[in-house]
């Protein structure tokens, strides 16, 4: 193993334990948060999951702002700002008694969020990795999902024994005491060998990453694809995975059998991101992201019968093996079909489909819940999103194709 990868494998570790708390914590603790918040406030489900999806439309926003600083400066400034932000609207949050300012804490959240875990890590890891890139990022996103199964845990003991109030205090402690010290101390954009791609300000400069810039990626097939499958993953992940816990205990469960099936599921998603990183650099990015929304799609099934324990297992098996999957995998097929030199950036914009999607899964499925007291209809209207996202990524083609495309034309004497 050469300086290098050591370096790199270290930087994965730390970015694997950032992601732990503040995504794990931020981001993947909502179910456990949302049967106390709907006890303690009274809303209707819709009218409370328009939080999150506030959340995920202010995430969108921001999305291509972000992408575009962690194309030109170092990563670790806007991930500690992102995660000092998150840790203090959580604290924040924890004091509210009304909807407007639990919003603003949303709000904030979830710019925080942005700016501290996806974005940023994907573009370290594609730059400090090459061929073992699907495992590194396998590795490093382990962490959202290894994080969720513990702060999930950490949160439904915190809420049991001093209310949801000590919940959000306990998740955020995390990130401003271990999250920003170990940015500050150990992670790095790229290998010093190198350099950011040519900007306009460097006219000297002689070092390109390889891919299309913005304008070019957006005139090409693969980027729509990629947009189309951000909406309807982000939708269908969303609308289930808030309301899952209210969902399971709905239908006969106990709150704490139903956060041991999340915890579950978050466990089995670190297996699923490692297994799929690895199956993605033996085929192609393109081909495992299919195939892994197609296997997402059956599990999404399953829950429609989840009363029965046989589904529920199913359930959890199929979908949490493939759930966390896209977060490694999405990435690899921006890097593969639009390369790395705006990478940042393609994520951000595309990000804007994500997070439209996010925003909008959990409010349909709160509102056909509130009119039809059940949650079937939606879990219908998933599959079949799963099923669009799948075929849509199984279009994209490789970078070679789309430079030849979007090449100019030789100049004619």
């Not at 503040?22 to 819709?46: C, D, E, Q, S, Y």
Request: with cysteine; charged share 10%.
């Amino acid at each position: 193993m050469t300086e290098q990868e050591r370096a790199g494998w270290k930087i994965v570790a730390s970015l694997f334990a950032v992601l732990f708390v503040v995504w794990g914590g931020g981001i993947n603790t909502g179910a456990v948060f949302f049967p106390a918040l709907l006890k303690h406030f009274g809303w209707t489900r819709a009218h409370l999951a328009t939080l999150g999806s506030a959340g995920a439309l202010a995430a969108g926003v921001v999305g291509p702002l972000v992408g575009g600083l962690v194309d030109r400066f170092e990563a670790r400034r806007v991930m500690m700002g992102g995660a000092a932000l998150t840790g203090l609207a959580f604290i924040f949050a924890s004091r509210v008694n009304s909807y407007f300012p639990l919003l603003i804490a949303n709000l904030v959240i979830a710019v925080g969020v942005t700016a501290a875990t996806i974005i940023p890590c994907s573009l370290i890891v594609s730059n400090w990795f090459g061929a073992r890139r699907g495992l590194a990022l396998g590795v490093t996103f382990a962490g959202t999902s290894i994080g969720g199964m513990g702060m999930t845990l950490v949160s439904n003991y915190a809420i049991a024994w001093g209310g949801w109030r000590s919940g959000y205090v306990t998740v955020a402690l995390p990130m401003i005491l271990v999250a920003i010290p170990l940015v500050l101390l150990t992670v790095r954009s790229r290998p010093p060998n190198r350099a950011p791609a040519v900007l306009p300000t460097q006219p000297h400069a002689s070092f390109v990453l390889p891919g299309l810039e913005i304008g070019e990626a957006i005139r090409t097939r693969s980027f729509w694809l990629i947009s189309a499958a951000q909406f309807l993953y982000a939708c269908a992940i969303a609308g289930a995975g808030l309301h899952l816990i209210a969902f399971l205990t709905g239908v006969g469960y106990t709150t704490n059998f139903a956060a041991g099936v999340l915890s579950a599921i978050f466990f089995l998603t670190s297996v699923g991101k490692l297994a799929m990183g690895l199956f993605a650099d033996r085929v192609s990015a393109r081909v495992a992201l299919s195939t892994n929304y197609a296997f997402s799609m059956v599990g999404t099934a399953m829950l429609i019968g989840a009363a029965r324990p046989g589904a529920l297992l199913g359930y959890v098996i199929f979908y949490g093996l493939t759930v966390g999957a896209p977060l490694v995998l999405m990435p690899m097929v921006m890097a593969e079909s639009l390369g790395l030199k705006r990478l940042g950036s393609v994520m951000g914009i595309t990000g804007m489909f994500a997070t439209l999607g996010a925003a909008v899964g959990p409010v349909l499925a709160g509102h056909i819940f509130d009119v039809s007291g059940s949650y079937n209809t939606a879990f219908i209207a998933f599959v079949a999103m799963w099923l669009a996202a799948s075929v849509s990524i199984f279009g994209c083609q490789p970078l070679s194709a789309v430079e030849a495309r979007v090449a100019p034309l030789p100049a004619t004497a």
